[in-house]
């Protein structure tokens, strides 16, 4: 157990739709990214915030938004859902921004779209 | 821009066995590389986190080497057991830039 929670586990939406998935960093840790990962593939980097603002940000549209919570708590968003945004959706914790420590990554969201 | 690439992309062992799974990276410049367990559907678990002025680290029947300047990383098994079936990740942090996963390696150890 890493102490890095996310809700929910399961999640079935239909094309065009939007969601929202949640995650609870690890107690104490003020940096939460987030990744997706395809089926047989390693995750790839959508974002990452620190202090409640985003710090970085991959290769995904802006469909794909999010939040940060002063609790360090965070949302990820996506709007108009594609077939392909079917994916494990992972977040990842750790304690401060550009030091190079262990990232503790909760269990995931397993997102179907049909 | 960093590629992560492990060999192979899955391999199948009797019980027993010691085992190498690789990972090699283009850009030498790193802080530090990790290796991560996952099973099928869930999330990654760290097992071994090696900072880039280290030559390797050990937990229990896991040991995982760097060489930075060849830009390879190795995780050796060793007396594999079915319960080691998972897929196995490496991924490198650059430090201020996010991690950067291979497609990993996915062992199965036969009883």
């Known amino acids: 157990e890493t102490g890095v929670t996310q809700s929910p586990t399961h999640l079935i939406k239909t094309r065009g739709q939007q969601v929202t998935l949640r995650c609870s960093s690890q107690s104490g840790h003020n940096t939460v990214s987030w990744y997706q990962q395809a089926l047989g593939q390693g995750p790839q980097f959508i974002f990452q915030y620190y202090r409640e603002e985003e710090n970085g940000r991959g290769n995904f549209p802006p469909r794909f938004s999010g939040l940060q919570f002063p609790n360090y708590s965070s949302e990820l968003n996506v709007n108009a859902l594609e077939l392909d945004d079917s994916a494990l959706y992972l977040c990842?914790?750790?304690?401060?921004?550009?030091?190079?420590?262990?990232?503790?990554f909760g269990p995931g969201t397993r997102l179907t779209v049909l | 821009k960093q590629e992560v690439t492990q060999i192979p992309a899955a391999l199948s062992v009797p019980e027993g066995e010691n085992l190498v799974l690789n990972c090699s990276f283009t850009d030498s410049a790193i802080y530090n590389l990790q290796w991560f367990r996952q099973d099928p559907g869930k999330g990654l678990t760290s097992l071994l986190l090696?900072?880039?002025?280290?030559r390797e680290q050990t937990s229990g029947r896991l040991n995982a080497s760097l060489d930075k300047s060849s830009g390879r990383s190795t995780l050796y098994i060793a007396a594999s057991q079915p319960g080691d079936s998972a897929t196995y990740l490496c991924?490198?942090?650059?430090?201020?830039?996010?991690?950067?996963f291979g497609k990993g390696t996915r062992l199965s150890v036969i009883a």
């Open positions: 991924a490198v942090d650059s430090g201020n830039t996010p991690l950067v």
């Open positions: 090696i900072q880039s002025s280290q």
């Open positions: 990842a914790s750790r304690g401060l921004a550009g030091q190079p420590d262990t990232q503790y």
